[in-house]
């Protein structure tokens, strides 16, 4: 069974920057897409970014291109999204997801195992 726990949300200015981190267990297949999204109120959970950990390759909503970046510290079995030049419209739950290798990274419908959430509040 895959554990999920995000941390690292908070409440910014616009214009700065913050460190999300997603702790993994419970491992047991070699290759898994491993994705953060997002919820705002009223609204769908949408990909923020994934990442393969097959091949590596990772993939970026438009909207946060060049301003977020996802990464993974196997060692500590930590998935990141660190988001910098936040802007208000990025306020928003931010979930961590893991499902299998071969799945379409943005679509939530085929992650299996998710997050509790961690909350992100950027002021204007």
């Not at 208000?88 to 997801?97: F, H, R, S, V």
Request: glycine letters at 12%; aromatic letters at 14%; a positive charge.
């Amino acid at each position: 069974q895959v554990q999920l726990v995000e941390s690292g949300g908070g409440s910014v200015q616009a214009g700065g920057s913050l460190r999300l981190s997603c702790a993994a267990s419970g491992y047991s297949y070699s290759s898994y897409c491993l994705g953060w999204f997002r919820q705002a109120p009223g609204k769908e959970r949408e990909g923020v970014a994934a990442l393969y950990t097959g091949s590596r390759r990772t993939y970026y909503a438009d909207s946060v291109k060049g301003r977020f970046t996802i990464s993974q510290d196997n060692a500590k079995n930590t998935l990141y999204l660190v988001m910098n030049s936040l802007k208000p419209e990025d306020t928003a739950m931010y979930y961590c997801a893991a499902g299998g290798g071969y799945i379409h990274w943005v679509d939530p419908r085929q992650y299996t195992y998710w997050g509790q959430g961690t909350q992100v509040t950027v002021s204007s």
